[in-house]
């Protein structure tokens, strides 16, 4: 089912605070049920799920339609890839916006689909699979959360198979899938709808939860965003939590420069890690 929504009261409604400081991704939990569709814009969805509060995306074009990340297991990408079958009947087309397991290890569920990411999202994934698998499984077991643990323990994700084209055409629309900088990593892919207004983001912005540093390139992060603020988007949809404005994105923007200022000033000797890290607009973040 989709929930068909006015973008401007349910932006208004829910996703304008101050991003909240502190708080591990692991622990949060919507409430919700499990995946939910929200649409964004016209043939534009945003689906939304309790797990790691994950936000994927369904851009519908005339001809085909774009999958944005595929989920963190094999089990949840068909789970996603039954969503999209009920949504859709065209072709797909699959996007991975970064190689971290929650957005690109439900791959196979799309096959023979092309998938799409930038080369060095290739390579990332096809080094990090077993090490990100062995954590994550770990994870899930010490939650009692054998279901997914035994999902994702079987899971051997598929490697993007193609570069990701500039302009991707779905017939009727057109989509940029564009590396803006690094950010978040250092092979962010996001997904670029203009004629929706709408950016898919990926981890390069969280909403409900401070952003991830551990394979950060926390210098170029703000400068990333600031070109994502460049393409105009009225809605951006970032990987975790629910679609945001421009505002939210600018506000991120300043406190990851915030992050950048302090982590060049440990880096210069000028200030202590410790002192950084208290002073970081992200306090209980892991210091990048
Ligand atoms: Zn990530």
Redesign the pocket.
Known sequence: MVVVIDVLSFLHGCAFTDPPRGGARPARRMGHVDGRWVEVGDGVLARRYAELDLTVGLVIGADRALVVDTRGDARQGVELAAAVRETTALPLVVAIT?A?F??CFGTAAFLPAPVHALPVCREVLAATADAQRSEWVAHYRSRGDDLTADSLATTDPPLPDSPAPAELDLGGRVVDLRHLGRG??DHDLVAHVPDAGMVFA??LVEQGAPP?FE?AVVAEWPGTLTALLGLGPRVVVP?HGDPVDRAFVAEQRDRLTEVAELHAAVARGDLEAAEAAARSPYPDVPWP
């Open positions: 970064h971290h929650d957005h978040h990593t990926g981890d991830a394979d990987g």
